[in-house]
């Protein structure tokens, strides 16, 4: 009964069928269902010890699923803005694909961040990090008050440091 | 992902890392900012690691060009997801029917057939002729040595007629009528209700109708669709974008609702005929429209496909009341 493991094995032993099933539902086909049954185990695992006392398996297994179906849902729409992006890149640009590659990266990971931003917020952060404005020009060109500019700057920048990876 | 590095920083620290940064960052900071901002940042091992994710992150912002990377960044979420769902109907539009709850493949015995609703058959008939069963469909096959008939009771066929060689005529024959396959692939469909009918698209070829009530048949060709009760054709009454495109087979032989730029109540309408219960949407969504290929295999999950491309919720009162509401 020591092995902090054990209640995972559990876990996952009684619920993987139905995790593969919602999973199908969620993604309305079956190819990555089990991929994405065993991404959601991966999660419940970097909390061990809130499996132990879990009431109710299904539900929090559920609410964990559906952050990695968001995080599905959103990799596709940068996707797909991604490649529809670059089509547009005119020939004279010459960008090579080393460095497409690199700025797909980078993307990646901001867009995951940035995630968790309301909009407005995201724009905000985001005119100031990649077009350099300052916090009087972002408020000029977004209607916003300089106080919210600043509100919006600290959410971000806490969002991004939580979250940044490497 | 490197674990060791990216331990949990403390949250105080980032708060205050986050501040420092909006000070250094709003094109105002001076000399003296910075010259205190050092000093904080010496303070402490953990805060010298908050400040060095915030290189990090400068330099993930640095690698993407400002043209590309605000439009993607600043994307409408909500038109994305409608974007996700359209790459993901175009999978689902590649994948087999069989995947549709309870279709099977049958050989073509004589006599009643009948599928539950949200149910299809796929029937092989005794010559070769192929009649798919939508939700919700009874008929009889009757084939003598003068005739091949399929006897419609209620629900919708889908027939691809096969050359017989004792050069017996296929008919489809509904309480409104007679339909002599001319060689062909069509659609028929038995309209309940009041105002009792029986709706044909032909899809290759010819069908002449005649009318249950006698006179002359009319032949309607690939493309053409009609409805009809007992005693006359009706004009045709479907919208435009409800017509079924020449030569091609309704979604559900396929398993799936194809709506091009559909209207939710109509696509209700149809959601429901795949379900038991009431599916309805509140008058004040009833006009939102959407495109998109939903797989029948699964009406709650289709459901809340369409309920997360609209932003609305499902309401489900039980499994035989769900509204789609804001």
Same mark, same amino acid.
Request: include cysteine.
């Given at each position: ?15 993987? @069928? ?19 049954? &065993? ?9 061990? @010890? ?23 849902? %959103?990799? %596709? ?80 920048? @806490? ?6 990876? &490497? | ?40 940042? !010496? ?30 960044? $600043? ?50 008939? !005794? +010559? ?34 096969? !050359? ?27 309209? +309940? ?33 009609? =409805? ?34 559909? =209207? ?8 429901? =005929? ?7 949407? +509140? ?27 609209? +932003? ?10 769900? $509204?789609?509401? =804001?």
């Amino acid at each position: 009964m020591s092995n902090p493991l054990q209640p995972i094995q559990l876990l996952c032993e009684t619920h993987y @069928e139905w995790l593969c099933q919602w999973w199908r539902r969620q993604l309305g086909h079956g190819d990555e269902a089990s991929d994405f049954a &065993h991404d959601t185990f991966l999660r419940v695992l970097r909390n061990p @010890e809130e499996v132990r006392t879990l009431r109710q398996p299904r539900a929090y297994l559920t609410t964990i699923a559906r952050g990695l179906l968001n995080d599905h849902w %959103r990799r %596709r729409s940068l996707e797909r803005a991604w490649l529809q992006a670059i089509a547009e890149i005119p020939p004279e640009m010459e960008a090579s694909p080393e460095m497409l590659v690199g700025v797909q990266q980078a993307l990646q990971q901001l867009d995951r961040m940035l995630a968790n931003l309301a909009p407005q917020a995201r724009e905000v952060f985001v005119l100031s990090q990649l077009e350099g404005l300052t916090y009087v020009e972002i408020a000029a060109r977004t209607g916003l008050s300089d106080r919210t500019v600043k509100r919006y700057m600290a959410q971000g920048f @806490e969002v991004c440091l939580t979250l940044l990876e &490497h | 992902m490197a674990v060791a590095e990216s331990k949990p920083l403390d949250a105080a620290i980032i708060r205050e890392a986050a501040r420092w940064l909006v000070r250094l960052h709003s094109g105002e900071a001076g000399p003296a900012d910075h010259a205190a901002f050092e000093r904080w940042r !010496a303070g402490s091992p953990d805060r010298e690691l908050a400040w060095q994710r915030a290189q990090r992150l400068t330099q993930q912002f640095n690698a993407v060009p400002a043209a590309l990377g605000v439009p993607l960044l $600043t994307r409408e979420p909500r038109v994305s997801r409608r974007t996700a769902l359209r790459t993901l109907a175009a999978m689902g539009f590649a994948a087999p029917a069989a995947a549709w709850l309870g279709y099977r493949f049958h050989y073509g015995q004589e006599g009643a057939h009948r599928t539950a609703v949200g149910e299809s058959h796929d029937l092989m008939l !005794a +010559d070769g002729s192929q009649v798919l069963l939508n939700t919700d469909t009874g008929m009889d096959v009757r084939y003598s040595d003068a005739a091949r008939v399929v006897q419609l009771r209620s629900g919708e066929v889908y027939v691809r007629t096969a !050359a017989d060689k004792a050069v017996r005529p296929f008919y489809v024959e509904t309480p409104q009528g007679r339909l002599q396959a001319l060689g062909t692939r069509f659609v028929v469909r038995q309209l +309940d209700g009041r105002d009792a009918m029986t709706e044909l698209t032909v899809l290759e070829h010819r069908v002449a109708v005649t009318l249950a009530n006698g006179g002359s048949a009319r032949i309607f060709n690939a493309g053409e669709s009609v =409805r009809f009760t007992a005693g006359a054709f009706l004009q045709s009454d479907l919208p435009a974008g409800a017509r079924q495109p020449s030569g091609v087979a309704p979604g559900w032989t396929r398993g799936v609702i194809e709506a091009d730029n559909m =209207r939710l109540d109509t696509l209700l309408a149809e959601v429901s =005929r795949y379900r038991r219960g009431v599916v309805r949407c +509140d008058p004040e969504v009833a006009g939102l429209r959407l495109s998109g290929v939903f797989r029948l295999h699964d009406t709650d999950a289709l459901l809340a496909v369409v309920a997360n491309t609209l +932003d609305l919720r499902v309401v489900t009162r039980t499994s035989y009341w769900v $509204t789609l509401a =804001r």
